[in-house]
């Protein structure tokens, strides 16, 4: 038996490294340039919530069952990520909410394409044809990187700018709605970071995040302040999902003197607003309305799409399902894919990815 995994990100590189394990031949296609996906450009963060309950708080909307495996399986998944030859850099998260292990994403992919023995991962650039008659996981990473699907479930009307690999177009989405997939809620959901209104590249994504919404005043165009400070969530994703919907999915922060000395996770406000190209920290002269006062510094930011939320309902056993629950013969999906885990709030893409991964694998080779 072969199993065909398409994608050779966090949860394709885990689930062929898993079959390997299990003496199942894993064929791993690659869409893009280059193995890794999202997960080499990623702070390599892999996390849970410290308690379940803040899990299920935190992320309303999502499949219980989903969340639990997740949660009941990650410390184990990290030990054997470790045995798999990635190498822990530090063995907490910065954020008292949660644990987990941070790793370094470059020695990440390269141990689990190389330590894992992964067959076949020689990337191919252009369009990978996912048909096969072989048992398949898809592990393509969600449709982020596609305008129009975004455009189509996101948020109509906005280009959203990405901040996440080129190659996540839907692929794995669009072939499995093709043999009768059914689709999770929140599929209007998104992760992703509010970043200064200028042109990035890839190693922009991380540094250049304006993580600090919780400190600001939040205006649109428009001057309406649209969304309370008080109501930022921790990881922000509610502040970049309310700026998606606004004009041009376009925001101001207004910082006042005692905002810009707050400590936030990665330094000072005062630093990651440093970080902002010039062009997006705006003179205050320059607003398009009126600022309150005693602000000192205003940083037009804009919504981007890091990873779809919303996806292909899945079982515990990481089987693609159709609306009525039946598991579609031979069709599996992990990680972004496979949707409806942290629906109505945030949780660990790269903990997600990693459990199902290695349930997907599991699956397969069980023939399940
Ligand atoms: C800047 C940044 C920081 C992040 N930080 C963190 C963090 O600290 N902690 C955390 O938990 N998460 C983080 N994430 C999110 C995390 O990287 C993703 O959740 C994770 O990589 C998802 O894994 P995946 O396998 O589903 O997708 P990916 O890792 O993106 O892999 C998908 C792969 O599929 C390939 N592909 C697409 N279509 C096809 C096709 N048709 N055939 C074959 N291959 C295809 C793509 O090229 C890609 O290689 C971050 C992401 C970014 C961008």
Not at 17 to 38: D, F, I, N, Q
Not at 114 to 134: F, I, K, M, R, Y
Not at 355 to 365: C, I, R
Request: proline fraction near 5%.
């Amino acid at each position: 038996m072969t199993v065909v995994v398409a994608g050779a990100g966090m949860a394709g590189l885990v689930a062929a490294t898993r079959l390997r394990e299990l003496g199942v031949a894993a064929t791993v296609r690659e869409k893009g340039t280059r193995p890794g996906g999202s997960m080499l450009l990623s702070s390599g963060v892999i996390w849970r919530h410290r308690e379940w309950d803040d899990f299920r708080r935190e992320c309303p909307g999502g499949d219980a069952r989903l969340q639990r495996l997740i949660w009941d399986r990650l410390d184990d998944a990290l030990e054997w990520l470790a045995a798999a030859g990635a190498v822990p850099v530090r063995e907490e998260t910065a954020n008292p909410l949660t644990t987990g292990t941070r790793f370094d994403p470059a020695q990440l992919t390269r141990a689990l394409v190389q330590n894992g023995g992964v067959e076949g991962s020689t990337p191919s650039a252009g369009g990978v044809p996912l048909h096969t008659s072989d048992a398949a996981i898809l592990c393509s990473g969600g449709f982020a990187a596609s305008p129009e699907l975004v455009d189509r479930f996101v948020r109509p009307a906005a280009r959203l700018r990405r901040r996440g690999n080129p190659w996540s177009t839907g692929d794995g989405l669009l072939h499995a709605l093709e043999r009768g997939a059914a689709l999770t809620a929140g599929m209007d959901e998104f992760y992703g970071r509010n970043m200064p209104d200028a042109e990035w590249g890839e190693d922009d994504f991380v540094s250049r995040s304006q993580l600090y919404a919780r400190f600001a005043r939040i205006f649109d165009e428009t001057g309406n302040e649209f969304f309370r400070r008080e109501d930022v969530s921790w990881s922000e994703t509610n502040v970049v999902q309310a700026t998606a919907h606004r004009p041009e999915a376009r925001a101001y922060y207004l910082l006042d003197e005692e905002a810009v000395r707050r400590q936030v996770r990665y330094g000072t406000v005062a630093e990651l607003v440093a970080a902002a190209p010039a062009a997006a920290r705006v003179r205050l002269e320059e607003l398009p309305f009126d600022p309150p006062p005693g602000t000192r510094e205003a940083v037009r930011v804009v919504a981007a799409i890091t990873h779809t939320i919303g996806g292909l309902r899945v079982d515990d056993r990481a089987r693609v399902l159709r609306e009525d629950g039946s598991a579609i013969d031979g069709l599996y999906a992990a990680g972004v894919d496979a949707g409806g885990v942290a629906t109505g709030g945030y949780a660990s893409g790269l903990a997600h990815a990693l459990v199902l991964g290695l349930v997907a694998a599991e699956s397969a080779a069980a023939g399940e």
